[in-house]
């Protein structure tokens, strides 16, 4: 019942990453909907931002934090509470450079 599953799994394959977000914010609404899936859709959404923000990240050695602001259809400050969040708890590794506005990748 996730409405548009196709272009949910191709915009993440073919990193369109403001496409994906916004389907994967219709699937939030969708899991949040389910009662099976309602306990575990943060989880999920979490996971699946983890996925795309490495599968961006793996890519170049260095990114601005407005280059992946623009690439996922967010503001840099969304951007950049999500990106501390993940690389604080470790599961991202990167680094950023707040004078600079520059994420780096290790």
Known sequence: QIPEVN??????YNC???QFFQCLSRVEGVLKEDRY???????YIREMKIKAYAQLLESYRSLTLKYM???????????DSELCRFI????LHAKIDK???????N
Do not use: K
Request: charged share 10%; net charge negative; proline share 3%.
């Open 37 to 43: 899936m309602a306990p575990h859709y943060a989880f």
């Open 16 to 18: 369109q990453y403001a």
């Open 7 to 12: 272009q949910y799994l191709f915009s993440l």
């Open 69 to 79: 602001a623009d690439a996922f259809g967010v503001t840099e400050e969304y951007m």
């Open 88 to 91: 604080a708890s470790g599961r």
């Open 99 to 105: 004078v600079g506005g520059i994420v780096i990748t």
